[in-house]
T-cell receptor, first 114, second 111 residues
Framework: NAGVTQTPKFQVLKTGQSMTLQCAQD?????MYWYRQDPGMGLRLIYYSASEGTTDKGEVPNGYNVSRLNKREFSLRLESAAPSQTSVYFC?????????????FGPGTRLTVL | QKEVEQNSGPLSVPEGAIASLNCTYSDRVSQSFFWYRQYSGKSPELIMS????GDKEDGRFTAQLNKASQYVSLLIRDSQPSDSATYLC???????????FGTGTRLLVSP
């Protein structure tokens, strides 16, 4: 199993450009998440998807959109990138058995917006 | 007040010592608590979970939970240089789906 995979690993954008960050998991998890991590701010939830076909806003959703394409894939789109969106982006997924809330993280995408 | 608070550190300990990492949280109805380890440039990795008051041990790691004091800690015995990382405390909030993370404590273990 590859676990949670993310593409690309690195990206540099100019202000105003758009891009989509891809995430896929092969663990048959229902729930998937997008976080951003900034120095001194910890991990902040952008959007999450409790199951295929549903998405909900997290703590910092402004400037982002998401698509839960199917059970495996959850993408994050920046329509018009801004320097404030320079960050490391992590995708995570969660098993749904029992009441565990363990989240498994992908390797991250390091995004710089100039 | 932040929902989950951790001292940012760095916490410096010599090899072989006990490292004690602390975390407080504000939501009294929180039920699940997690410690993640994050090496520089890598993604967070779950190392401990705890759901009830008391201690939970796993190898060199012990998680301690005190819901009355809204306090959770992680003890690392016989600390090794390979334990040098940032340790993130995470709490399941009022929304079942979501974890709230602290900003992390950086641990440095010197040989």
């Amino acid at each position: 199993n590859a676990g949670v995979t993310q593409t690309p690993k690195f990206q540099v954008l100019k202000t105003g450009q758009s891009m989509t960050l891809q995430c896929a998991q092969d663990m048959n998890h229902n729930s998937m998440y997008w976080y951003r991590q900034d120095p001194g701010m910890g991990l902040r939830l952008i959007y999450y998807s409790a199951s295929e076909g549903t998405t909900d806003k997290g703590e910092v959703p402004n400037g982002y959109n998401v698509s839960r394409l199917n059970k495996r894939e959850f993408s994050l789109r920046l329509e018009s990138a801004a320097p404030s969106q320079t960050s490391v982006y992590f995708c995570a997924s969660r098993p749904t058995s029992g009441d565990t809330n363990e989240q498994f993280f992908g390797p991250g995408t390091r995004l710089t917006v100039l | 007040q932040k929902e989950v608070e951790q001292n940012s550190g760095p916490l410096s300990v010599p090899e072989g010592a006990i490292a004690s990492l602390n975390c407080t949280y504000s939501d009294r109805v929180s039920q699940s608590f997690f410690w993640y380890r994050q090496y520089s440039g890598k993604s967070p990795e779950l190392i401990m979970s705890i759901y009830s008051n008391g201690d939970k041990e796993d190898g060199r790691f012990t998680a301690q939970l005190n819901k009355a004091s809204q306090y959770v800690s992680l003890l690392i015995r016989d600390s090794q240089p390979s334990d040098s990382a940032t340790y993130l405390c995470a709490v399941r909030g009022t929304g079942f789906q979501k974890l709230v993370f602290g900003t992390g404590t950086r641990l440095l273990v010197s040989p």
